[in-house]
């Protein structure tokens, strides 16, 4: 009796055994196959990253613009620099910002339930007062929130352009240059003419009022200042000054910028 015990105890740690050798030589295996999994999840996922990067490198260069997804909220930059380019065909060796394909992507921005809201970066000479000031209006009357940021310059017609998002900031050593309306070319100088000419300003000066915090009054003052520049006449304002005028709201830069944008989509879905 006790031997056939003996002889049962030694076949089942035999068994044991042997199943215990099994499941560790299947584990290389399993670790291999997981490894590889793990591996191939990876290589999947870089190439994702690499695929988006290179599509974000694609419609920076051919159109100046990025839609951010990776933020606290999926915003749309958009970039507005050199000359404003209008009805006529700048030389190419111009920096120009086109505003036929401006226009169509404010359009898709303001329709586009997944972004959220707009940046827009200024660095400008200005250009073609009609096509700036379309571009303007269109900004100045989105619902979605809207932010600018002017770096570099903001001039001539860039101003209105700084001022038509809802909230606007200039960096310390950026500049904005306000002056009269100019015209290149052949002009008939003739009453109607310059005439003409007023009515265009007036249209500007009433679109900067009614989006910022300066007056009509002071703002043609800096207009008409013929003491400031000596080829031209009209004023200079750097980040500081903008901002004690009322021009431009606040001091401030990329971050700023960003901050308070996220904070007008908060309170906007609140």
């Not at 009269?180 to 009515?199: E, H, T």
């Not at 043609?220 to 004023?235: A, C, P, Q």
């Not at 308070?260 to 309170?267: F, G, P």
């Amino acid at each position: 009796m006790c031997s056939n015990n003996l002889e049962n105890n030694l076949e089942n740690k035999k068994k044991s055994k042997k199943k215990y050798l099994k499941y560790c030589h299947q584990i290389p295996d399993y670790q291999y196959i997981k490894n590889n999994e793990d591996q191939d999840d990876s290589k999947d996922e870089g190439q994702d990253i690499q695929s988006e990067q290179l599509k974000q490198m694609e419609q920076i260069e051919k159109t100046g613009m990025i839609t951010s997804t990776k933020g606290h909220h999926m915003i749309h930059c958009l970039t507005i620099i050199g000359q404003i380019e209008g009805h006529y065909i700048l030389p190419s060796q111009n920096k120009t910002t086109k505003y036929e394909y401006v226009i169509p992507q404010l359009i898709a921005i303001e329709e586009t339930p997944e972004i959220k809201g707009l940046l827009i970066i200024l660095n400008t000479v200005g250009g073609d007062v009609e096509a700036g000031l379309a571009i303007a209006e269109l900004i100045a009357g989105m619902k979605k929130p809207t932010v600018s940021l002017v770096l570099g310059g903001g001039h001539s017609i860039g101003v209105p352009l700084a001022v038509s998002a809802k909230k606007s900031f200039i960096v310390p050593s950026a500049t904005m240059t306000i002056h009269p309306v100019r015209m290149n070319g052949l002009i008939v100088g003739i009453p109607q003419a310059f005439s003409y000419f007023d009515r265009m300003q007036d249209r500007i000066i009433k679109f900067v009022v009614d989006n910022s915090n300066i007056s009509t009054g002071e703002f043609r003052e800096l207009l008409m200042n013929t003491s400031e520049m000596v080829n031209d006449v009209g004023t200079v304002l750097d980040g500081q000054m903008a901002v004690k005028r009322g021009l431009i709201d606040k001091l401030g830069s990329l971050s700023d910028a960003l901050s308070e944008l996220y904070s007008l989509i908060d309170d906007q879905e609140s």
